[in-house]
């Protein structure tokens, strides 16, 4: 039993699916078509924080590139549907990621707040039998703004709060993340944070009071540990 944890709001691309690389071949693939390129290095040290229509928006910027809403929702649905495909033929959770989720939810409320669309988010957790185990998810279009704003973890932790009727803290509350944005945008919702360093090393999580290699070295006594302290490590 947890005394001092209350919900756990996870990050999906990174922390739960390891489906990072899958979208920047995805992207890469499109792009291609585009004439655009985008390489590993820039993906990993400028974009991966957005959400995939922030993604465009923020390279058509950068590079000076025209891209109306029809041009970028045409390569949106391309690129969903060749992740679609990687997808079918990928085992998508990271080790012990499924076991911990189990847990997690067998003990307090969990939620997914996350920049990927909702039906990729859906298909994963559904096919790994652990869908049902959240109270809530929070995907791309859902808030007016992506991480890093706070909007994403704000809108999932209300969300508990409403759907479980319990008066949660959000200083009770731990986000997992696996990138400085996502870290970014749960302290700015007042959450306490865990870093996983499946996408970057532990420097590069500014902001996590706990860094872990991923979910199955994580336990729920480190989260409930984390909550009983009163300042950032």
């Not at 985008?38 to 924080?49: N, V």
């Not at 499924?98 to 669309?117: H, K, Q, T």
């Not at 973890?153 to 959000?170: I, K, N, S, V």
Request: glycine residues 10%; proline residues 4%; negative net charge.
């Amino acid at each position: 039993m947890t005394a001092s944890l209350q919900a756990i709001i996870f990050d999906f691309d990174g922390v739960i699916a390891d489906s990072e690389p899958l979208h920047l071949r995805a992207f890469q693939q499109t792009l291609r078509e585009e004439q655009i390129d985008l390489s590993s290095a820039d993906y990993f040290s400028r974009y991966l924080g957005f959400d995939d229509v922030g993604l465009l928006r923020a390279l058509a910027s950068d590079r000076g590139l025209a891209m109306s809403d029809t041009r970028l929702n045409e390569i949106l649905v391309r690129k969903g549907a060749r992740l679609q495909q990687m997808f079918d033929g990928d085992h998508m959770l990271f080790p012990g990621a499924a076991d911990f989720i189990r847990d997690a939810a067998a003990e307090v409320p969990i939620a997914i707040a996350s920049g990927a669309l909702r039906p990729e988010i859906l298909d994963i957790i559904t096919g790994a039998g652990i869908g049902e185990l959240f109270t809530t998810i929070v995907a791309s279009g859902d808030t007016p703004q992506s991480k890093p704003s706070p909007a994403p973890y704000a809108l999932a932790f209300e969300q508990l709060r409403t759907r479980t009727g319990r008066d949660l803290d959000p200083r009770r509350c731990v986000a997992i993340e696996d990138s400085r944005w996502g870290l970014e945008s749960a302290r700015g919702a007042g959450l306490r944070c865990v870093g996983v360093t499946t996408s970057y090393a532990a420097a590069d999580l500014a902001g996590a009071e706990l860094v872990v290699a991923g979910l199955g070295r994580l336990t729920l006594a480190d989260l409930d540990w984390l909550c009983a302290t009163n300042g950032h490590a």
